[in-house]
Protein backbone atom coordinates (compact mmCIF):
# COMPACT_ATOMS: atom_id res chain seq x y z
CA UNK A 1 0.00 0.00 0.00
CA UNK A 2 2.89 2.69 1.04
CA UNK A 3 4.71 1.84 -2.41
CA UNK A 4 0.91 2.37 -4.34
CA UNK A 5 0.90 5.88 -2.48
CA UNK A 6 4.05 6.77 -3.58
CA UNK A 7 3.69 6.14 -7.21
CA UNK A 8 0.12 8.24 -6.91
CA UNK A 9 1.94 10.71 -5.38
CA UNK A 10 4.44 10.74 -7.95
CA UNK A 11 2.40 10.78 -11.03
CA UNK A 12 -0.19 13.72 -9.12
CA UNK A 13 3.34 15.67 -9.02
CA UNK A 14 4.15 15.32 -12.37
CA UNK A 15 0.48 16.08 -13.63
CA UNK A 16 0.81 19.18 -11.65
CA UNK A 17 3.99 20.35 -13.39
CA UNK A 18 3.10 20.01 -16.36
CA UNK A 19 0.27 22.13 -16.05
CA UNK A 20 2.35 24.64 -14.74
CA UNK A 21 5.04 24.24 -18.09
CA UNK A 22 1.62 24.93 -19.90
CA UNK A 23 0.80 27.94 -18.58
CA UNK A 24 1.78 31.09 -16.22
CA UNK A 25 4.67 32.51 -14.69
CA UNK A 26 6.37 28.99 -13.82
CA UNK A 27 6.85 28.02 -17.91
CA UNK A 28 8.85 31.18 -18.43
CA UNK A 29 11.17 29.48 -15.71
CA UNK A 30 11.25 26.12 -18.08
CA UNK A 31 12.94 27.92 -21.32
CA UNK A 32 15.72 26.11 -22.04
CA UNK A 33 18.88 28.98 -21.80
CA UNK A 34 19.91 27.77 -25.08
CA UNK A 35 17.03 28.51 -27.15
CA UNK A 36 16.42 31.75 -25.17
CA UNK A 37 14.65 34.64 -26.68
CA UNK A 38 16.28 37.15 -29.26
CA UNK A 39 18.93 39.45 -26.91
CA UNK A 40 19.76 42.88 -27.50
CA UNK A 41 22.68 43.35 -29.44
CA UNK A 42 26.61 44.33 -27.52
CA UNK A 43 26.15 47.68 -26.97
CA UNK A 44 29.28 48.10 -28.39
CA UNK A 45 27.67 47.39 -31.80
CA UNK A 46 25.20 50.33 -31.09
CA UNK A 47 28.09 52.32 -30.07
CA UNK A 48 29.79 51.83 -32.98
CA UNK A 49 26.91 52.27 -35.25
CA UNK A 50 26.67 55.80 -33.60
CA UNK A 51 30.13 56.65 -33.99
CA UNK A 52 29.55 56.14 -37.46
CA UNK A 53 26.86 58.40 -37.81
CA UNK A 54 28.54 61.24 -36.10
CA UNK A 55 31.49 60.87 -38.17
CA UNK A 56 29.06 61.00 -40.79
CA UNK A 57 27.72 64.16 -39.83
CA UNK A 58 31.03 66.18 -39.17
CA UNK A 59 32.18 65.39 -43.08
CA UNK A 60 28.58 66.61 -44.37
CA UNK A 61 28.80 69.73 -42.50
CA UNK A 62 32.62 70.06 -43.33
CA UNK A 63 31.44 69.47 -46.68
CA UNK A 64 28.70 72.32 -46.62
CA UNK A 65 31.16 74.61 -45.37
CA UNK A 66 33.72 73.79 -48.02
CA UNK A 67 31.65 73.74 -50.95
CA UNK A 68 29.67 76.75 -49.83
CA UNK A 69 33.12 78.84 -49.24
CA UNK A 70 35.21 77.34 -52.09
CA UNK A 71 32.49 75.96 -54.48
CA UNK A 72 33.15 72.32 -56.36
CA UNK A 73 36.05 72.87 -57.95
CA UNK A 74 38.07 74.35 -55.38
CA UNK A 75 37.36 71.62 -52.56
CA UNK A 76 38.83 68.68 -52.08
CA UNK A 77 38.07 65.71 -50.20
CA UNK A 78 41.03 66.13 -48.49
CA UNK A 79 40.09 69.53 -47.36
CA UNK A 80 37.03 67.98 -46.37
CA UNK A 81 38.51 65.55 -44.39
CA UNK A 82 40.99 68.00 -42.75
CA UNK A 83 37.73 69.96 -41.86
CA UNK A 84 35.93 67.38 -40.58
CA UNK A 85 38.95 66.72 -38.61
CA UNK A 86 38.59 62.86 -39.63
CA UNK A 87 41.07 61.10 -42.02
CA UNK A 88 40.88 60.88 -45.97
CA UNK A 89 40.06 57.01 -46.37
CA UNK A 90 36.97 57.75 -43.98
CA UNK A 91 35.65 60.36 -46.14
CA UNK A 92 36.04 57.94 -49.06
CA UNK A 93 34.30 55.11 -46.84
CA UNK A 94 31.28 57.12 -45.97
CA UNK A 95 30.71 58.71 -49.83
CA UNK A 96 33.24 56.99 -52.22
CA UNK A 97 33.51 60.46 -54.31
CA UNK A 98 33.41 63.84 -54.48
CA UNK A 99 30.76 64.11 -56.79
CA UNK A 100 28.71 61.73 -54.33
CA UNK A 101 29.63 63.71 -51.53
CA UNK A 102 28.47 66.77 -52.96
CA UNK A 103 25.29 64.94 -53.61
CA UNK A 104 24.68 63.82 -50.27
CA UNK A 105 25.88 66.95 -48.75
CA UNK A 106 22.80 69.16 -50.72
CA UNK A 107 20.17 66.07 -50.13
CA UNK A 108 21.73 66.64 -46.01
CA UNK A 109 21.49 70.18 -46.32
CA UNK A 110 17.82 70.22 -48.19
CA UNK A 111 15.83 67.14 -46.60
CA UNK A 112 14.76 68.94 -43.84
CA UNK A 113 13.71 72.39 -45.35
CA UNK A 114 11.89 70.44 -48.30
CA UNK A 115 9.93 68.77 -45.95
CA UNK A 116 8.95 71.18 -44.23
CA UNK A 117 7.73 72.89 -46.95
CA UNK A 118 5.83 70.37 -48.81
CA UNK A 119 4.18 70.06 -45.43
CA UNK A 120 3.50 73.87 -45.33
CA UNK A 121 2.26 73.57 -49.20
CA UNK A 122 -0.75 70.75 -48.55
CA UNK A 123 -1.66 73.01 -45.92
CA UNK A 124 -1.63 75.80 -48.13
CA UNK A 125 -5.42 74.17 -49.15
CA UNK A 126 -6.79 75.09 -46.18
CA UNK A 127 -5.75 78.70 -46.27
CA UNK A 128 -5.35 82.12 -48.82
CA UNK A 129 -2.22 82.30 -51.11
CA UNK A 130 -1.49 85.36 -48.70
CA UNK A 131 -1.06 83.23 -45.82
CA UNK A 132 0.26 80.53 -47.46
CA UNK A 133 3.04 82.71 -49.39
CA UNK A 134 4.12 84.15 -46.22
CA UNK A 135 4.69 81.38 -44.21
CA UNK A 136 6.94 80.03 -47.08
CA UNK A 137 9.00 83.14 -47.12
CA UNK A 138 9.53 82.99 -43.40
CA UNK A 139 10.67 79.49 -43.64
CA UNK A 140 12.67 80.25 -46.64
CA UNK A 141 14.43 83.31 -44.99
CA UNK A 142 15.45 81.09 -41.74
CA UNK A 143 16.62 78.35 -43.81
CA UNK A 144 18.67 80.98 -45.29
CA UNK A 145 19.92 82.26 -41.98
CA UNK A 146 20.37 78.56 -40.59
CA UNK A 147 22.54 78.05 -43.25
CA UNK A 148 23.76 80.69 -45.41
CA UNK A 149 26.01 77.86 -47.49
CA UNK A 150 22.62 76.47 -49.42
CA UNK A 151 22.05 80.36 -51.21
CA UNK A 152 25.87 80.34 -51.84
CA UNK A 153 26.38 76.96 -53.42
CA UNK A 154 22.72 77.16 -55.48
CA UNK A 155 24.25 80.46 -56.90
CA UNK A 156 27.81 79.46 -57.76
CA UNK A 157 26.32 76.11 -59.50
CA UNK A 158 23.04 78.36 -61.41
CA UNK A 159 25.98 80.02 -63.09
CA UNK A 160 27.20 76.43 -64.36
CA UNK A 161 25.54 73.83 -66.80
CA UNK A 162 27.18 70.90 -64.96
CA UNK A 163 25.43 67.93 -63.82
CA UNK A 164 25.44 69.12 -60.87
CA UNK A 165 22.89 71.94 -61.98
CA UNK A 166 20.75 69.47 -63.76
CA UNK A 167 20.71 67.06 -60.19
CA UNK A 168 19.39 70.00 -58.26
CA UNK A 169 16.95 71.01 -60.71
CA UNK A 170 15.42 68.22 -61.16
CA UNK A 171 15.33 67.02 -57.29
CA UNK A 172 14.84 70.42 -55.73
CA UNK A 173 14.69 73.42 -57.65
CA UNK A 174 12.30 72.72 -60.25
CA UNK A 175 9.15 71.52 -57.84
CA UNK A 176 10.12 74.28 -55.36
CA UNK A 177 9.44 77.20 -58.31
CA UNK A 178 6.27 75.38 -59.57
CA UNK A 179 4.61 75.60 -56.17
CA UNK A 180 5.54 78.56 -55.31
CA UNK A 181 5.27 80.27 -58.61
CA UNK A 182 1.49 79.01 -58.45
CA UNK A 183 0.74 79.64 -55.26
CA UNK A 184 2.00 83.53 -56.50
CA UNK A 185 -0.57 82.98 -58.88
CA UNK A 186 -3.24 82.20 -56.60
CA UNK A 187 -2.44 85.22 -54.59
CA UNK A 188 -2.96 87.54 -57.25
CA UNK A 189 -6.27 86.00 -58.06
CA UNK A 190 -6.98 86.70 -54.78
CA UNK A 191 -6.03 90.20 -54.85
CA UNK A 192 -3.58 89.91 -52.12
CA UNK A 193 -0.22 89.14 -54.34
CA UNK A 194 1.53 91.84 -56.16
CA UNK A 195 0.30 92.42 -59.76
CA UNK A 196 3.79 91.08 -62.12
CA UNK A 197 5.89 88.04 -63.58
CA UNK A 198 5.14 85.49 -61.01
CA UNK A 199 8.27 83.95 -61.86
CA UNK A 200 10.03 87.00 -61.60
CA UNK A 201 8.55 87.41 -57.95
CA UNK A 202 9.82 84.40 -57.37
CA UNK A 203 12.93 84.95 -57.79
CA UNK A 204 12.89 88.21 -56.03
CA UNK A 205 11.89 86.47 -52.60
CA UNK A 206 14.81 83.69 -53.54
CA UNK A 207 17.02 86.83 -53.97
CA UNK A 208 16.00 88.63 -51.18
CA UNK A 209 15.57 85.90 -49.01
CA UNK A 210 19.20 84.45 -49.26
CA UNK A 211 21.68 87.29 -50.46
CA UNK A 212 21.93 89.31 -47.25
CA UNK A 213 23.24 86.00 -45.33
CA UNK A 214 25.01 84.80 -48.24
CA UNK A 215 27.03 88.48 -48.19
CA UNK A 216 26.90 89.19 -44.20
CA UNK A 217 30.27 90.15 -43.67
CA UNK A 218 29.99 92.55 -46.29
CA UNK A 219 26.50 93.55 -45.38
CA UNK A 220 27.63 94.31 -41.64
CA UNK A 221 30.55 96.55 -43.11
CA UNK A 222 28.06 98.52 -45.13
CA UNK A 223 25.35 98.50 -42.52
CA UNK A 224 26.41 98.23 -39.45
CA UNK A 225 23.87 95.66 -38.64
CA UNK A 226 24.11 91.61 -37.73
CA UNK A 227 21.86 90.04 -40.35
CA UNK A 228 21.68 86.77 -38.41
CA UNK A 229 20.48 88.52 -35.27
CA UNK A 230 16.92 87.93 -34.62
CA UNK A 231 15.61 91.31 -35.24
CA UNK A 232 17.18 91.65 -38.20
CA UNK A 233 15.81 88.29 -39.59
CA UNK A 234 12.54 89.43 -38.53
CA UNK A 235 12.81 92.87 -40.34
CA UNK A 236 13.77 91.07 -43.56
CA UNK A 237 10.81 88.70 -43.55
CA UNK A 238 8.65 92.13 -42.78
CA UNK A 239 11.03 94.05 -45.89
CA UNK A 240 9.47 91.07 -48.31
CA UNK A 241 5.98 91.01 -47.30
CA UNK A 242 5.87 94.91 -48.25
CA UNK A 243 7.35 94.22 -51.57
CA UNK A 244 5.15 90.96 -52.44
CA UNK A 245 1.97 91.64 -50.95
CA UNK A 246 -0.39 94.31 -51.56
Known amino acids: MKAESKRQATKAAGSKAGKSARGGR ?12 PRPAPRRQDGKQRRGEEVRARILQAALECFGA ?21 VLYHFQSKDLLW ?8 SQYA ?12 RTAKEALASFIEQFVRMSAAQPQIHRILT ?9 LEWIIENFIRWHFTAIRDLIRRGQAEGTVRECDPA ?6 IGAGGTPFTLSTEYKATT ?4 FSD ?8 FIYEIVFT
Open 26 to 37: TAVRLVDDGAAA
Open 115 to 126: EVIKEDLERAKE
Open 231 to 238: SEILRNIA
Open 200 to 205: RLYYLI
Open 103 to 110: IATMESAL
Open 70 to 90: FGFEGTSTRAVAERADVTHTL
Open 156 to 164: TEGNQGTPR
Open 224 to 227: GRDV
